[in-house]
């Protein structure tokens, strides 16, 4: 046993050393100017997956089910194997659109939509605080294990409010310092990496501690367990309905290895290079694989030891300490620690970003009164985490004693998978739109709630227990756990079943029932293209004449940026911009340098606010006068008919890569349209100079033509003069009647002029 004191300074010890190797890497990156290009961080600290879900739960799963806790990794897996495809998109798109988190990420891809970015952080709220409930409820039952809680003062309730002050005070000093929480944090994910390394090196101490110090290695571990009639732990179907329990954390583990706040943040938001994902592909599963190797040896440890199976999921602690080994149970404690805190950490600062963004921001702009707090948007950050983890403990301490550990990641798992329809689909289906997302959320939701929350409500007594007894109003088709008859599945396949049929139904239908404006999708297209590998090189902005004044479009970004960002800050994001466009110290520039300026200001902007509320600002806030608005219409007006004509059914067809080259799709794509556009016209021309051939031809034979006709009407008319000449010659020389014979006799002899 530790005193409470002990246990404490220990604590605080070492968090003082992951603060300072943090530190010393911000510091590192200020002299050189550049951090890590090593993948290496990177990859170590997506472990951050593993909580004391894994490192206590694992146990206390494998105990009472066998190695049906292997699903939650084996999905994992699957999913890791398609991040090439998957997540190198999320972070083409994070780069193009400053994105923030994965509520930002799929509001974006639905024409910055507010209400579902909304939605999405309400989802991310309430189905995460248990989470960051079994996080905490992880740290003080280890904290009062291994100390002599029962003749100290420090309840439960007292330890477990000054562990979650610490994680407040840890949140804020890791993750929450700046306000934009795109700029990379490196001195944390190095901390989190750390914090991986020693979860791992604890947890593989204590499985070989067990498996060949108190026991004689994995054949003896195995031999006692089927003597003492144990075999269920190593059982791949130990439960009823093990098939259908295998299906589901399947699929529950692939969703969540993308879907879960912490894991989009520490993998898409803080990637650095997408060519990391390689080195993350192989380090991940690997990671995985090593952390588990001992979950089956602990859990048949503390069972052939005696120890109760409901104390399962804390047999790591429990076993050192029942072997006298004090520094083995300290160091579990500390990797147990490690666990639990790198995903309180991360998972807090993305939930209170995406809350400041899309929950109190637009709040504040719809509330005049209110609008002096945007300046302080990172002071309210610091309050919601506060918030957040107060609520979660708050929860922690009346349902502590109601779940397991498992059954609460396992809620959690199911809330974040209802972003799978919304978040996959929006990347592979250009179909796919805001009506479809948010239809669909709402729906998976709904379910959710009324599939797993009402029975846990109903469990702690805070609904009356009739809906589980006849169902919602009286209907036994609504039973929470037997909704439509559907009985025998178990409450997470059941609600993943109904949840998952709801979202994907309700995001198909709504889709293709409704037609989007011109504006969602244009921007659905940029979306989809952004995905795409871009070139690494881009040309500088060009434009036409200069007439803006660049010093009065300064002083309106200035305006729009003080109200988020502080003065320092927003002197460095136009300074920033100006150098980026080659304009600083230009009086007047274009307007298409006005408009990638009004571009870059608000990327700028989406860092701190998110894309849909920084698009929501630049709508409210920029304005353009008449001449620079007709110029616009002008130079889009081509563009945008050409936009509406591209018919773009997949990624595939955005773009080819025939040369080994990276370009950008939609450029491509029209850059062949062109082509083949000037074909059709050669094509064209050629036909129409054989058609001019033909019809000169024409003319030259009609021109023919009528010279001959005008040549014998001219003979025809010299013939006629001659015959009235010598007929008159004739009557004045000859007798009338001699003269009408001879007459006679010459006409019927002389040929008619006109037969010729």
Not at 440 to 462: D, H, R, S
Not at 611 to 624: C, D, F, G, Q
Not at 659 to 681: D, F, M
Not at 711 to 719: A, C, D, F, R, S
Request: aromatic residues 10%; charged residues 15%.
């Amino acid at each position: 046993m530790f005193s409470s004191l002990t246990v404490i300074l220990i604590i605080s010890l070492y968090m003082a050393v992951l603060f300072g190797i943090a530190q010393l890497v911000e510091r590192r990156i200020a002299v050189r100017g550049e951090g890590f290009k090593s993948p290496w961080v990177y990859s170590i600290s997506l472990a951050v997956y593993h909580t004391s879900w894994t490192f206590y739960g694992s146990v206390g799963f494998a105990a009472s089910s066998g190695l049906l806790f292997l699903g939650v990794y084996l999905g994992a897996m699957l999913g890791i194997v398609f991040w090439w495809i998957t997540l190198r998109r999320m972070v083409f798109a994070k780069e193009t659109f400053r994105i923030t988190s994965i509520a930002d990420f799929i509001s974006t891809r639905y024409n910055r939509s507010e209400s579902i970015a909304a939605l999405v952080t309400l989802i991310a709220l309430v189905g995460v605080l248990p989470y960051i409930a079994l996080q905490l409820k992880a740290v003080v039952s280890s904290f009062q294990l291994i100390t002599d809680h029962e003749s100290s003062t420090m309840g439960w309730g007292l330890s477990g409010l000054l562990i979650t002050l610490f994680m407040i005070a840890f949140t804020i000093m890791f993750g929450m310092r700046r306000l934009d929480p795109t700029e990379r944090h490196q001195g944390m994910m190095t901390a989190l990496a750390v914090e991986c390394v020693v979860k791992i090196v604890a947890f593989i101490s204590i499985g070989l501690f067990v498996s060949f110090t108190l026991f004689d290695g994995f054949d003896d571990i195995t031999k006692r367990l089927f003597e003492q009639g144990f075999e269920r732990v190593i059982s791949i179907s130990s439960t009823e309905n093990s098939g259908a329990m295998w299906l589901t954390l399947v699929i529950l583990s692939f969703a969540a290895i993308q879907n879960l706040p912490r894991m989009f943040h520490v993998a898409v938001v803080e990637n650095a290079n997408h060519q990391h994902i390689k080195t993350a592909i192989w380090v991940l599963p690997l990671y995985m694989i090593l952390i588990n190797l001992f979950v089956v040896p602990i859990a048949a440890g503390g069972l052939l030891m005696g120890l109760p199976e409901e104390s399962a999921d804390f047999y790591v602690l429990l076993l050192p300490q029942m072997a006298g080994n004090d520094g083995l149970t300290l160091l579990a404690f500390i990797g147990g620690f490690s666990a639990a805190t790198g995903m309180i950490i991360i998972t807090t600062m993305t939930l209170s970003t995406m809350a400041s963004n899309h929950l109190i921001l637009p709040m504040l702009e719809r509330m005049p009164a209110c609008k002096f707090l945007k300046p302080f948007l990172l002071q309210i950050r610091w309050l919601l985490a506060a918030l957040i983890l107060l609520g979660s403990y708050g929860f922690a301490i009346e349902f502590s004693d109601s779940y397991i550990l498992v059954a609460i990641g396992l809620i959690s798992f199911v809330a974040v998978l209802q972003f799978s329809p919304a978040l996959l689909g929006g990347i592979f289906w250009s179909r796919g739109n805001s009506m479809g997302a948010l239809s669909g959320l709402l729906a998976g939701f709904l379910i959710w709630t009324f599939t797993l929350m009402i029975p846990a409500l109903v469990n702690q007594g805070w609904i009356s227990d009739s809906i589980m007894k006849e169902g919602l109003f009286g209907i036994a088709l609504l039973h929470p756990e037997a909704l439509f008859g559907l009985e025998g599945l178990g409450s997470i396949p059941h609600s993943v079943f109904w949840s998952l049929i709801a979202n994907i139904g309700f995001y198909i239908t709504g889709s293709l029932l409704y037609s989007p404006q011109k504006s969602e999708r244009h921007h659905a297209t940029e979306f989809l293209c952004s995905m795409n590998p871009a070139p690494t090189k881009r040309a500088r902005p060009t434009g036409l004449d200069r007439y803006i004044s660049l010093d009065d479009k300064l002083n309106e970004a200035q305006s729009l940026l003080e109200g988020y960002l502080s003065a320092d800050k927003t002197k460095q994001a136009l300074d920033r911009i100006t150098e980026d466009l080659q304009v600083t110290g230009k009086s007047h520039i274009a307007i298409l340098e006005l408009l990638e300026f009004h571009r870059m200001l608000e990327h700028a902007l989406a860092g701190s606010i998110g894309s849909a509320s920084a698009h929501k600002a630049m709508e409210t806030n920029i304005r353009y006068n008449n001449r620079e608005s007709t110029d616009l219409k002008a130079l889009y007006s081509h563009l945008v008919i050409e936009l509406n004509q591209q018919h773009l059914p997949g990624q595939e067809n955005l773009i080819e890569n025939e040369t080994g080259s990276q370009s950008y799709g939609l450029i491509n794509n029209l850059q062949k349209k062109i082509k083949k556009y000037e074909q059709t016209i050669k094509m064209q021309d050629k036909q129409i100079e054989d058609l001019e051939a033909k019809l000169e031809s024409r003319y030259q034979e009609i021109f023919h033509y009528r010279l001959e006709t005008q040549k014998i009407q001219q003979e025809n008319e010299t013939l006629k003069l001659k015959f009235e000449s010598t007929l008159k010659i004739e009557k004045n020389q000859a007798p009338e009647t001699k003269l009408d014979s001879d007459t006679d006799q010459e006409l019927e002899a002389k040929p008619n002029p006109g037969t010729k």
